[in-house]
Each structure stands twice: as C-alpha cells, then as structure tokens.
C-alpha cells in the first residue's frame, strides 16, 4: 500500500501555519508586524480558499499562511484549505486560527488525505511530506479514515494486469490476516458446487478464475453484512465494450476497493458488531464458453434472470452475493458498486448516490456524510418500474429495454436479491481531475458517510 499518513507527533517542534478567512483578513493584517503586513499586502494575498504565503525568517521558513476564504467558497470545494499543503515545506507544523471544530476536522483529514502519492509504478523517492501535529481532533479516527481511502485508491489504481481476482484475493486476505478475520475463499468451479451461479457465468470466460471472497470478524454486537462488486475488468463480453468504454475498467473492481477500505475503519477503530465482508472477484471476459446474449440463469436465490446484456454483469454477480448475505439475516446489508453509467449522468463524479427506504438508515447515513466529508445523495427504489425487469420469459431481466433510469431499475434489480434493511450504493470511484486531497484517479465514495453513520444505523 502507499505511504500511510501519519499525524506529526506533538512534542516535535513544529512551524506555524496560520489560517485566516477571506471575511477576517483585513482585522488579521491589522494585528500583525509590518514586515509580515507588507509581505502579504505586496504579494496579493487575499486569503482565497487553500492559498498560502510561506513567511521568511532569519534561517529560512519560519512560518506560513494559508487562507480559508469565504463562506461561499468554503460550502462549495471541499477540502479547500489542503490545496496549501503541497507548497509547504516538509516537517512538523501546527495549525492555528480560529476554526470551528468542524473545519479543524476537515483541514485534519484533508491534510492526511493531501498526501496520497500511487508511485508504484514510477521511480524516485518522494520529498519529505509536510505533516501536521494533531490538537483538537480525534487523531485516532481520522487516521482510520485516511488508513482506508488509501487502501481504496491504491486497489483502484493498480492496473488490471495486475490487480486480477487472486491479486483482489491477495489484498482481501491480506487486510483480514492484520485485523485476526477468518476469510474463506470459492474459486473456480466450485462456485457451481457451492450454489454461485452467476458468479461464475460472468467470470468463467477468463483465463483467471472467478471467486467468491468472504470475510468475518467480531464476536458480539449487531450484524453487518457488506458487499462489493469486485470485477476487476470488464470487456463487455460478447456484448464487447468500443476501445473508449475500456479505459476506466480496471476500476470496475471500485465497489470491492471501497467496501475494503471501509472494513478497515470499522475494524481498526474497533467497532462493537459482527462484520462480514462478501466480494465477488471475477474477469468479465470472451472465450468459446462465455456467457451468450438471452442465455437464462438461475441464481442462488432461484430466481431466473435474462442475460440482455452481458455488459451487465455487475448486478449479477452481486445477485448471488446479496442472496448469500440475506441468508443469515444480518441487521444490515450493505452494497457498493461501480454499476450504471446511468449514476454518473445523473449526480456526476463528486456525489456518491445511494438506495434505502429505511428512514433511520438515510437519516443516520446523511448526517454520516456531513460528517465525514463525504457527499451522497438519495436515488429512489421506484416501485412502479419494478415491471420493467421482469422480462416475461425469466424472472429478471438483467438489461431492460426500458431506456430511462438505468441506476434505478438495477437497484431495484438488486432488490430482489435481499430481505431486510438494506442501503445499496451506485458510486463511480474515480476523479476525473485533480481536486483538493483527491488526486485524479481511483476515490473512495460513501465509505465515511457509512462510518459516521454506523452507531445510528444500528446501535453502537
């Protein structure tokens, strides 16, 4: 995994970065030296949102400072202020001004996750990163947070070359071995002898086996049950995607990435409740024994589905992991997926949408969110088109015809899979540009929101 981020510790002597909003700047200048006063002044410094001045001393930097801007700008980027991070020279700093706790929360964890770096694949050894002394926040939590977006980015960003089902397995297995998890793995045929059909139609085409991955850990508390879509790249199928529609399929695995990254929070802050984590990892594939455009599968449940689409293979793999997950009735299921393109033309990269009709849920998730820095948005499980996936020859339909709601009727889809309270997250898992503390690439979404939400959602 990448570099994990580190608070600096407290007693090394550390630099000061001053934060100062757009609205006080004018009262701060005022208090300040000359030299200081005319510096910034001469400079331009305005106190936008993440800009920084580095402040001159008798042997070098002795000091910095950074704005908050205003309250508009503030509600609209988040995570502005850790764009000063990266001009900062490396060391200790403490961070002063007069920040509400929730903004100290934000510039904490935004400065952790500022200093994601995936080098993996690149030579020379990085600068010595800026850290921050830890006053005022929960260190412990927000270093699990961080912990595990790393652990997302890095599985999303990893190529398929090198991030196939049993480089998915390793990582799972790994991740379970340092938290004591049991995990079990069905590879192979054996997905048929265990009753995963549709698991393995979808992944039997490839060279590299299909698996079912599953996890466990914690003895008491209640019952959470999470799955991800772990396809670690989709051609399409028969139904082959155009060279365009490839580009992004190494992160088709993003659902598997992100459940893992919230495992890892749940379980190194130590949550009271019974975690289970279930991750189909297959290769959506072409060969002579692929799955066949009106082929007719019978899932684990029972129900038969239509395949219309072999490009839709996600909800089919999650079919039979939802099936297994509601066998044991846990007190909450939960799914995330890179699923429909549909998601992403209606909310766009940024928000993560989600299905729940629970109330308690959605109003525990949603505060989670605020929270944790982590938008969502509600999508509904619309009853009326639930008979646009029932294609009449089969049960389900796995690519309606229907041409509208393409994110809803698959949720609705994955509905019928599960039995009790159930939260399902459509999420697209990469940044398409660089923003503050998201470098363009693999991104978690969601996964704060649900920790946050976690002690409501099931009484913690």
Same mark, same amino acid.
């Given at each position: 995994?990448?570099d994990v981020?580190?608070?600096a ?9 001053t934060v ?5 700047l004018a ?5 300040q030296p000359?030299?200081?006063?005319d510096?910034?002044?001469?400079s331009?410094?305005?106190a ?9 001393g ?5 000091a910095?400072?950074a704005?908050?801007?205003?309250a508009?700008?503030?509600? %609209? ?10 001009g ?7 961070l002063?001004g007069?920040?509400t ?5 934000e510039?904490?964890?935004?400065w952790l996750?500022a200093?994601?770096?995936?080098? %993996?694949?690149?030579?020379?050894k ?5 850290r ?6 929960d ?7 961080a912990?595990?977006e ?5 599985l999303?960003?990893?190529p398929a070359?090198?991030?196939?089902p049993?480089?998915l397995e390793d ?5 379970a071995a340092r938290?004591?998890?049991v ?7 054996d ?7 549709m698991?393995h ?5 490839s060279?590299r086996e299909?698996?079912l991955l599953?996890?466990?850990?914690g003895q008491?508390?209640?019952?959470l049950?999470?799955?991800g879509?772990g396809?670690c790249?989709d051609?399409g199928?028969?139904d ?21 990254g ?5 379980m ?6 019974r975690?289970?984590v279930?991750?189909?990892a297959v ?14 599968l019978?899932?684990?449940?029972g ?7 072999t ?5 089919l793999?999650?079919g039979?992991?939802?099936?297994l ?8 299921i939960?799914?995330?997926?890179t ?11 940024d928000l993560?949408p989600?299905?729940?009709d629970?109330?308690g849920v959605?109003?525990a998730?949603?505060?989670?969110a605020v929270?944790g820095?982590d ?8 009853d ?5 996936i ?6 389900l339909?796995?690519a309606?015809g229907?041409?509208?709601a393409?994110?809803v ?9 599960v ?6 997250f459509?999420i ?5 540009a660089d923003?503050?503390?998201?470098p363009?690439?693999g991104v978690?979404?969601?996964? %704060? ?12």
């Open positions: 995994m990448s981020p580190r608070f510790e407290a007693a090394v002597p550390a630099r000061v970065l100062v909003s757009a609205e006080g009262g701060w200048l005022a208090a000359a030299t200081v006063r510096w910034l002044v001469g331009g410094f305005e936008g949102l993440g800009e920084m001045r580095l402040l001159p008798p042997e070098g930097v002795a910095a400072v704005g908050l801007g205003t508009k700008a503030r509600g %609209r980027l988040r995570f502005g202020l850790a764009k000063a991070v990266s900062l020279p490396g060391g200790a700093w403490r002063v007069d920040l706790q929730s903004q100290r929360d510039a904490a964890l935004g996750l200093l994601y770096r995936f080098d %993996r694949y690149r030579a020379g990085a600068a010595e990163p800026a921050l002394v830890a006053e005022g926040v260190a412990a939590r927000l270093l699990a947070m912990e595990g790393f652990l997302t980015r890095d999303i960003n990893t070359s090198d991030m196939g049993a480089e990582a799972f297995l790994a991740l938290f004591g998890a995990a079990t793995v069905v590879r192979g045929d997905l048929l002898a265990q009753n995963f059909p698991i139609a979808v992944g039997r085409a060279a299909p698996r599953d996890m466990r850990w008491t508390g209640p019952k049950t999470l799955v879509k396809v790249f051609t199928g028969l082959i995607k155009p060279a365009a529609g490839m580009q992004l399929m190494k992160k088709d695995m993003g659902g598997a990435a992100t459940v893992l919230l495992a890892h929070m749940i190194a802050l130590g949550l009271k409740l975690l289970r279930l991750v189909p290769e959506n594939s072409i060969s002579g024994n692929a799955m066949r455009p009106k082929d007719i019978t899932s684990r449940k129900l038969t589905v239509e395949v219309n689409d490009d839709a293979e996600g909800r793999v999650l039979d992991a939802l099936a997950a509601a066998e044991e009735s846990p007190d909450l939960l799914s995330m997926a699923l429909t393109g549909a998601a992403r033309v209606a909310v766009g990269p993560a989600y299905y729940c629970d109330a959605v109003a998730l949603e505060a989670g929270a820095f938008p969502v948005w509600r999508l509904p499980f619309h009326a088109y639930e008979s646009v029932e294609p009449g020859i089969a049960d339909d796995n309606p229907f041409g509208f393409g994110s009727t698959a949720a609705l889809f994955l509905r019928r899979f039995t009790g309270r159930y939260l399902h459509d697209y898992g990469h940044s398409p923003q503050p503390a998201r363009k690439g978690g979404q969601g996964a %704060r929101a649900v920790l946050g939400g976690l002690p409501a959602m099931l009484g913690l």
